[in-house]
């Protein structure tokens, strides 16, 4: 299982030793055998879990634990899943990779949604029902904006940052983040400006990732187990709101030519428009579950210009207006 293949990078205890702090305090913390240090043995999410734990404790303070990790870690010591977001064209790139290799170091993923003026990552578990060390969540979002700025040399700020626990000293999480931190919500969220997706990083590498990728994207393949039809949809429903949703686009990030990636829809029984059409269904049946969103901004979030078009597809794809869909829906999971 996923959650039995967790590596810690040799970059981590490396990065505790800048802190000043003995990585076999960290092991004996968290019980786990020093051989953890020296050797990169998988472990089980428990295990990776008690290892933050660890640290988090000995640090004493969530918020100075993350802070000074991050800002510690050099980018030498970046493992190669990092190593490419790094070296990626701009920011927007190097989410959307970070999202996509996640996926090769569970437990976390991320879900990334560009609306409006605002681009949110959430971050949530894979396997695990039980939710991640206070520290942990900190330093992975954190890591995000620590990921911008040293790509970018320009010092990026979120709009605002949600966790659902407490993170200590919230003073120094927000001068890091630079904007107000929300505690005690319903998810972990770190909200972007959109307009520093397009910002290039100075460190981009087109020599280093054309090594990089296609070995990575290889082993996630391999890992995953998808075929190119579910990949393709994946990528659909996380660019859903970014409007760039041409088959040049997921071909690009699938790292394959347009024409070679037509070959392998057409060998798996479809084609790229109908797993677009399959890619706003689900994602529009998923909204409309929600009736905090209204009709009109699911129509957005689905990827359409206008509500008109919406209703006509949607009425395509169920035979019912999504407000009879919706209400339909809430009187079935009201009485369930």
Not at 129 to 146: H, K, M, Y
Not at 226 to 237: G, H, N, Q
């Amino acid at each position: 299982m996923k959650s039995d293949r967790i590596k810690l990078p040799p970059g981590f205890w490396t990065g505790l030793q800048q802190l000043g702090m003995n990585p076999l305090d960290i092991a004996r913390k968290a019980q786990l055998p020093l051989s953890i240090i020296t050797e990169p043995i998988p472990v089980t999410t428990a295990q990776y879990f008690k290892v933050w734990q660890a640290y988090s404790d000995l640090v004493g303070d969530i918020a100075t634990g993350v802070i000074n990790l991050v800002t510690a870690f050099e980018t030498t010591q970046y493992p190669p899943t990092v190593l490419a977001t790094y070296h990626a064209r701009d920011y927007r790139d190097a989410l959307m990779r970070m999202a996509r290799y996640k996926q090769l170091c569970p437990p976390e993923s991320l879900q990334i949604t560009e609306a409006g003026e605002s681009c949110s990552v959430e971050l949530a578990w894979m396997d695990s029902e039980q939710p991640g060390p206070p520290v942990l969540v900190g330093t992975t979002l954190a890591f995000l904006i620590e990921l911008g700025r040293r790509g970018t040399n320009q010092h990026i700020t979120a709009r605002s940052v949600e966790f659902s626990q407490s993170m200590g000293d919230v003073k120094a999480l927000e001068a890091y983040f630079g904007c107000p931190i929300r505690m005690g919500t319903t998810r972990n969220r770190l909200i972007l400006s959109r307009t520093d997706l397009d910002r290039p990083f100075i460190s981009y590498n087109k020599e280093l990732l054309e090594i990089l990728s296609p070995v990575l994207d290889r082993s996630l393949d391999e890992q995953s187990g998808r075929t190119i039809s579910e990949m393709v949809k994946w990528i659909l429903k996380r660019s859903l709101t970014s409007g760039r949703l041409d088959i040049r686009t997921a071909a690009s990030e699938l790292r394959m030519s347009d024409r070679t990636l037509q070959r392998r829809l057409t060998d798996e029984g479809t084609t790229f428009t109908n797993l677009l059409s399959q890619a706003r269904h689900e994602q529009s049946r998923e909204y409309l579950a929600d009736d905090k969103l209204d009709i009109k901004e699911v129509a957005f979030l689905v990827g359409f210009e206008d509500q008109n078009s919406f209703y006509r597809a949607f009425r395509t794809w169920e035979g019912s207006t999504p407000s009879n869909w919706r209400s339909k829906y809430v009187k079935t999971h009201s009485t369930s």
